[in-house]
C-alpha cells in the first residue's frame, strides 16, 4: 500500500512546499573576495627612475605634527581674527581663515589677555579718593560762585 502523500505528489495537487526539495535547502557558501590588483603606472619616460613607496603614499593618509607658533604669529593671527570680526566677519569663518581652531583662538586670547594682579583694588581705591576729591573742590568753587552771584544781585 502506497503512502498518501506519495499518490497525490504523483497526481500533482499536493503544495510543493510539503517536501523539501533538496536542491533548495542547499545554502550558498561565500566565496572569498579577490585582492584588488595595484593600479598601474604609466610607463616612464627617458628612463626615469620609478618613484620609491613612500612617497606614493597618499598625503592624506600621512599624519603631520603639530603646528608651534611664535608669540609673534599669534599676535598676528589675533589681530587678523580681530581685523575681520571687525570687518562683519563671523568667528567661526575668521578663525577658519586663519588656520586655528576655535578653542585655540580662545587659549590665544586668554593667554594674551594682561594677568590681573592685586594691585588693581589698589588703583581702585585712589581713584575713589581721588574722585572724593575732586567732588569737594568743585562743591567748594560752586559755592563761592553762588555767593558772588547772590551779592550781585543783590539777595544777599
Known sequence: MADPQEAQLRQGTMEASATPNPLETKKKTLRPRKAKAEPKQPPRKNGAKPASKAVEAPAAA?????????RIERSQRLAQIGNS?????????????????????YLWKKAAAPPQDSGDLKDLLALEEENKRLKNLLADRLRKENAELKKKLGLA
Do not use: D
Not at 62 to 70: E, I
Not at 89 to 96: C, I, P
Open 85 to 105: 570680526i571687525a570687518g562683519g566677519a563671523t568667528l567661526k569663518h575668521a578663525v577658519g581663515q586663519a588656520g586655528i581652531s576655535e578653542q585655540t583662538y
Open 62 to 70: 600621512v599624519r603631520t605634527g603639530r603646528k608651534v607658533y611664535s
